[in-house]
């Protein structure tokens, strides 16, 4: 059975701190992706990775780093947290070797900064 | 930036109701791909469509491709409360596109 692991399913941060979120695969997908999840807004692309030390931007990367040392694993840093980073953060993984590159997620972090 | 829009963002019926949710968008593409997304879950792919005017059924759900490829609806028959969740569309412009851009969802609840 294939999944998408995530470090915490709730985190609970004061403003200023500096927080890591982690997600593994267990599928050797090449793909990883941090989006993050509001009312009304969907899901937004926050970063891409398509390969181990490889990532681009998505559409909302400020306030964010990433980090993929290994293939299976991919972090989500919040350098200095704030309250509008207040979100579910969902991470998911593809292969580009299997159309149509479904995406499979993690149940997700639900981060509350205070 | 491409704008997406389902309709409509929330919707709330009694079991055994039938209903029909949209995706639309100015833009071609050149696939979609709709997800269901469980409370406390991460989203689940559903189904992929790419030729225009496609239909693929999964049980009670029929899922349909504009001829345009523009736009694309998802109709649930004899809506059950299994069927509750948030249902997100996924198109891509671009074939091969690694990347997903996703609508804001269409919130359906299921009373029994």
């Known amino acids: 059975d294939v999944k998408v692991t995530q470090s915490s399913r709730y985190l609970v941060k004061r403003t200023g701190e500096k927080v890591f979120l982690e997600c593994v695969q267990d599928?050797?997908?090449?793909?990883m992706f941090w989006y993050r999840q509001d009312p009304g807004l969907g899901l937004r692309l926050i970063y891409f990775s398509y390969d181990v030390k490889m990532k681009e931007k998505g559409d909302i990367p400020e306030g964010y780093s990433v980090s993929r040392e290994k293939k299976e694993r991919f972090s989500l840093i919040l350098e200095s947290a704030s309250t509008n980073q207040t979100s579910m953060y969902l991470c998911a993984s593809s292969s580009p070797a299997r159309p149509p590159y479904e995406q499979y997620f993690g149940p997700g972090t639900r981060l509350t900064v205070t | 930036t491409q704008l997406l829009e389902q309709s409509p963002q929330f919707l709330s019926i009694q079991e055994g109701e039938n209903l029909t949710v949209y995706c639309n968008s100015s833009?071609?593409?050149?696939?979609l791909q709709w997800y269901r997304q469980e409370p406390g879950e991460g989203p689940v792919l559903l189904v992929t469509?790419?030729?225009?005017?496609e239909v693929k059924k999964l049980k009670r759900l029929t899922f349909q491709f504009g001829d345009a490829r523009k736009d694309s609806s998802l109709h649930i028959t004899a809506a059950q409360p299994g069927d509750t969740g948030l249902y997100l569309c996924?198109?891509?412009?671009?074939?091969?596109?690694?990347?997903?851009?996703f609508g804001q969802g269409t919130r359906l609840t299921i009373n029994p």
């Open positions: 833009s071609v593409f050149s696939s």
């Open positions: 469509v790419v030729t225009g005017g």
């Open positions: 996924a198109p891509r412009r671009i074939q091969g596109a690694q990347k997903l851009v």
């Open positions: 599928m050797d997908h090449e793909n």
